[in-house]
DNA sequence: CAGAATCCAAGGTGATACTG
DNA sequence: CAGTATCACCTTGGATTCTG
């Protein structure tokens, strides 16, 4: 990922923090706001590796958009929820959506089939 | 840059159009709608070496983003200026500053120098 | 259950030099 | 003026296998 901190416009701090192949579908998952554990990605991202959704996580628990909390039962429970930062990226997300819908049909009337 | 339409999420065809590392200087540079030349970004963006600058405008242009104008004179003038996507990505690229102001703040407080 | 370790391929970025 | 061409690095993503 590449550092935030050294990005050369403010923009380039929210692109480096969701940008990642699976992060915004990862965030999409916590938007509830209630807590989810490592299997329920897996479960619903059949094509992430474990070592890439653990890639994932762990930089947006560095950037402070989820929490990672460890319940030391047995077998172990590992919740992961979103931060205040991580909730007030929800819009921006949906406007991303949103924006690709109307891309989408603008691309296909310009006549590129999909 | 990745193919917006093997993205398996929408918000994937957004960040895969503006993922680079100064596409969304880019289009800010052209947010008031008014054509700018390529020596323009040159000047503004000095860091950027022409293959890359030139790379992040053809990849804006093929998605559609701006438009890419020859005008052949002695000597030839390019002129690239926004499209109607382009224009409707400005609001998601002023949202991520806000959000990006208000995370380095959060950011701060939580203890992390800048 | 929730990862970690190792190895590897791809592509995005960049330095440098040159051109219609 | 507005690019191209070549070479090289380095990060990101992924396949596979293994573990506290």
Redesign the interface.
Known sequence: MMDP?QA????????A???G?WK??IV?MLSDGSPRRYGFFQKNLP?VTPKILTNQLRELENA?ILTRVIYPEVPVRVEYQLT??GL??L???E???R??????E??QQ?GCE?
Chains 1, 2 share one sequence.
């Open positions: 901190f050369h416009c403010k923009m380039e701090v929210t692109l923090v969701i940008s192949k915004a579908d999409q094509e402070g205040e930062a007030d990226l819009p921006i997300l406007a991303m959506e924006w690709a819908l109307s891309y989408i603008k691309i310009r999909m």
